[in-house]
Each structure stands twice: as structure tokens, then as C-alpha cells.
């Protein structure tokens, strides 16, 4: 199967930020696992909540009928009652198959103060066609706690807007979790100007291929690398 990374610029129009992420996803070929930065289609619009709620909800829309053949992870502005949640959607034949909301929120850019934290118990495998699959929001990539509940992965996704003074800490830290995990590791960085890029996509061996020019980072990858991996050099994961 292919891992497709995006990096792409959010900008303050919600609507063109929404085409953009369709005209990617459809130059991706079938059997591809799609990956979008970390709230890509709003951005942390603190002020703009409502109307990112709404395009969020707009995209699942277009999102489900591109999904056919592919499976496309994002992250959205969500809501419930009064409460507002940062939500990966991961989906896949036309149907949401998997949504977590972000459990460990970021101190540094008042995420604390807009979203509410999510339910820890969903950082969890998902099987999709017998692939088991994961995901870390972001900041939650610090958190070793949440390392062990995703241990056992085949591929696990980093969706993320990682600042640029912190881009060695988001590359150290992709790489080790799929060194550690013995997986494949997806991360997927905002483009934007402050942003540290370093999307990749990460072997079991530690292998990046990355390319912080591109809008489009892409492999095509063997599962048959995890057994041979966690085989050759066995850890005690499965």
C-alpha cells in the first residue's frame, strides 16, 4: 500500500483550505492511507469556532465519497452540547470508521482554554482491512503513557501543527516512536511559515523519507517489514 503525507498551508479561508485538501487527496492513488496536518481546514481559530465546526463538518461529506479505496485520517474542529473537541476522523469506504479526540491539549497556544480534553481510552488500535492502526495528536507525541496503549500497531499516525523552534524534537520523536513500535509512523506537519514541516513517512528500521519542499510526501511500503523487523530483533511486541 502507498502512506501519503500532506503539508500544506492553511490560510484564514476556510473554504479554499477545504479544496485544496480534496485536489491533494484526489492526485493520491487507490489502496493509499491519506494523512492531513492537525486541524488543516481552520487552523486554531479560536475566535472562528462555529465556522470551523461547519466546514468540518462540510468536509466529512466530500470526504466520505473520496474515500472509496482509501483511507483519509484528518483532524476537525467538533462539537458537543457546548463543548468544543480537536477530533481525528479516520475514514474509509464511505463510512467514519474511527474519532478520537485530542486527550493531551497544548499549554503554549491556550488549547486548554478553547478545547475540552479527550477521552484517553480512545487513543486505541483499529483494524481496517487487517491493518492495525493508531494515532498521537500532536503535543501528545511527548507522552510515553500514551506510547504503550498504541504498542502493537502497524502503522501508527501523527497528525500535527509542530512549530519550527521545535523541529528537531517532532523528527527525534516520529523516528523513535516507529524505531521503538517497530511500525510504520505517518506524520503529517502544517506547512505554514511558523511550522516545523518534517512530514514523513517512517519504516520499521527508522528509515524517513522526507521533504519539506513538498505538498505531497509519499511511499510505498511492504507490511511484510514489520514481522520481518519485530522477528529479527524481537522486543516482545506482536
Known amino acids: 500500500m502507498n502512506l501519503t503525507a500532506l503539508q500544506l498551508k492553511t490560510s484564514e479561508n476556510f473554504s479554499k483550505n477545504l479544496h485544496k485538501l480534496i485536489k491533494n487527496i484526489q492526485k493520491t492513488d487507490d489502496n493509499t492511507l491519506i494523512l492531513a496536518p492537525e486541524l488543516f481546514l481552520s487552523g ?56 478520537q479526540s485530542k486527550h493531551k491539549l497544548f499549554v503554549m497556544n491556550d488549547e486548554r482554554k478553547h478545547f475540552t480534553p479527550g477521552d484517553k481510552n480512545d487513543i486505541s488500535i483499529i483494524e481496517i482491512e487487517g491493518i492495525k492502526i493508531a494515532a498521537l495528536i500532536c503535543f501528545e507525541l511527548r507522552f510515553p503513557e500514551l506510547w504503550e496503549k498504541i504498542k502493537g500497531a502497524d502503522i501508527i499516525l501523527v497528525p500535527a501543527m509542530w512549530g519550527l523552534l521545535r523541529k528537531d524534537n517532532f523528527e527525534t520523536l516520529t523516528k523513535a516512536l516507529a524505531v521503538a513500535n517497530q511500525c510504520f509512523v505517518l506524520a503529517s506537519d502544517s506547512a505554514n511559515d511558523n511550522m516545523a514541516r518534517s512530514s514523513a513517512v517512517i519504516s520499521p528500521f527508522g528509515n524517513v523519507t522526507m521533504n519539506d519542499k513538498a505538498k505531497l510526501i509519499s511511499k510505498e511500503i511492504d507490511l511484510k517489514e514489520i514481522k520481518k523487523m519485530r522477528r529479527y530483533l524481537n522486543v516482545g511486541i506482536e
Open 44 to 99: 486554531y481559530a479560536y475566535e472562528r469556532l462555529p465556522e470551523a465546526v461547519e466546514i468540518g463538518l462540510k468536509a466529512l461529506k466530500r470526504l466520505k465519497k473520496l474515500s472509496f479505496n482509501k483511507i483519509i485520517a484528518i483532524t476537525l474542529t467538533t462539537k458537543e452540547d457546548d463543548k468544543y473537541f480537536n477530533t481525528l476522523h479516520i475514514l474509509y469506504n464511505g463510512e467514519i470508521v474511527h474519532k
